[in-house]
């Protein structure tokens, strides 16, 4: 199982410690942890030459990292790996939970991994004395009432058990759920109807006195109802979002605005070269970073979350908005009324307005 470790070090994630013993229950868990979309780091991510102890103290040491899930066995707690990943854990003071995979507490599996190390190395060696002397009785202290699950009888359960009490709280998931919680924190989301407040733009050009533009800042330099660039004018009013989606660390969200077609010739040039220049202030596109205006999808459709955020109770004399990419093509996508004019004995459909979609960083408006 390939993991993508940039993606996931490049936002919160979990450190998941276990023997190699235990690798096949483990898997299996983190299997459907990673299909719920939970960042978690775990050794599949380690290339071959590396050094096991480096890595994972990178790992534990790197500033995404906010604990680290313990699968707890005898294995694991007679294992020199594990036990310097504890040590670790315990000198960053990092947050941990111990999943026990077997009905046993702590004190139980520490005796079992005395037993297994005196079988391994003779009840006289060196590991096993050290182990029974002082390591036992810092992985009871450590693990004694650290217990996340004490039966993992179902695979599923403790996935959702791990997933409600560790993923959401510690914000470890892309989650529509939390991302609009946050942005109602923020304000910049109606506790209402969750719709985002973000940028000013409706794409009328202003006719009337000139006036003066500011150096400082051309989109509101004109006046607060008007927007400049290469010396037009436009008139505005606050644009209004729906998030559709939240995946991969990257927010996409709908306009719940019509942008009218008079103000373009060509709809997907205007989304990509010049929308966001005139949408958004130079504060707001210093917060927001890399953010990217296109028309709606087929796949955003599919992805969307919430369907009330495509299916707007829009004017009949507005509803000439589903634009992809292309353009004009498939039916689906074509939920004009009154848009079909006749000229030359020819019939064209006419586009009248769009609602862009834009992709930003999640992390980025909360």
């Known amino acids: 199982m390939a993991l993508n470790e940039d993606k996931i070090l490049s936002n919160k994630f979990v450190f998941v410690s276990y023997s190699h013993k235990d690798k096949e229950a483990v898997i299996e868990d983190v299997k459907s942890l990673l299909s719920k979309g939970v960042r978690i780091w775990f050794d599949e991510n380690m290339r071959i030459g590396e050094n096991w102890e480096e890595v994972a103290e990178r790992i534990l040491r790197h500033k995404n990292c906010v604990g680290v899930i313990f699968y707890n066995s005898a294995n694991s707690f007679s294992s020199k790996a594990v036990q310097k990943e ?61 217990i996340l699950c004490i039966m993992r009888k179902e695979s599923s359960k403790l996935v959702q058990e791990i997933y409600e009490k560790v993923a959401v709280p510690n914000r470890l998931v892309d989650n529509e759920e939390n991302f609009i919680e946050d942005l109602h924190k923020s304000a910049l989301a109606s506790k209402d109807t969750n719709e985002i407040t973000l940028g000013k733009y409706v794409g009328g050009e202003y006719v009337g006195p000139e006036k003066s533009a500011n150096a400082e800042d051309q989109r509101f330099g004109v006046a607060n109802d008007l927007i400049q660039l290469n010396g037009r004018s436009y008139i505005t009013k606050e644009l209004r979002w729906r998030l559709m989606y939240v995946e991969d660390g990257k927010a996409v969200l709908i306009c719940n605005n019509i942008l009218r077609q008079d103000s373009f010739d060509e709809g997907k040039e205007f989304l990509e070269n010049i929308f966001c220049k005139l949408a958004f202030s130079m504060e707001e596109k210093s917060k927001l970073g890399d953010i990217k205006a296109r028309y709606m999808t087929e796949e955003d459709l599919e992805k969307c979350t919430d369907k009330s955020a495509i299916d707007l109770a829009i004017p009949v004399k507005l509803k000439h908005w589903w634009i992809d990419a292309e353009g004009l093509t498939e039916n689906w996508k074509q939920t004009f009324s009154g848009s079909v004019s006749y000229k030359n004995g020819f019939s064209r459909l006419i586009k009248k307005g769009i609602r862009p979609v834009i992709e930003t960083s999640s992390q980025t408006l909360i």
């Open 86 to 146: 504890q040590s670790l854990t315990r000198e960053l003071e990092h947050q941990y939970w111990s999943v026990h995979p077997d009905a046993k507490t702590a004190v139980d599996m520490a005796m079992d991994a005395v037993q297994l190390l005196m079988s391994t190395y003779g009840p006289n060696s060196d590991r096993a004395t050290e182990y029974l002397t002082k390591i036992a009785s810092e992985q009871t202290k450590m693990f004694n009432d650290k």
